[in-house]
C-alpha cells in the first residue's frame, strides 16, 4: 500500500536519522474509499497519529471517519491516545 509505503520512507529516511523524536502525523483522505485502511496502514507503519473527522465536520467531509478509526482501534487493542502525554 502506497500509506505504509511512504510512512516508512518518512520514518526511515527522516526520523530515524535525525536522532530527534519526530513526531509522524498521517492524514490522509477518502477519495477512493481507502480513509480507514490508510490510516491503519499507516498507524502500522509508523506514524504516531491519524486525523480524523467527527459527523462529516472537518477540513472537509473526506477525512478519516473518526467513530470507524476509534472503534478499529479499540477492536485492535490500541488505546486512541497516547496515556503518556
Known sequence: MGAVALVKFVVDEVVK???EKIRVD???HCDRG???A???AALIAGANC???C???MGERVGNTQM???LVNLKLMGVPPWDEQD
Open 34 to 36: 481507502l480513509a480507514l
Open 26 to 28: 498521517w492524514h490522509g
Open 17 to 19: 536519522p535525525s536522532g
Open 54 to 56: 467527527a459527523l462529516g
Open 38 to 40: 490508510n490510516s491503519i
Open 50 to 52: 491519524v486525523h480524523a
Open 67 to 69: 467513530d470507524q478509526m
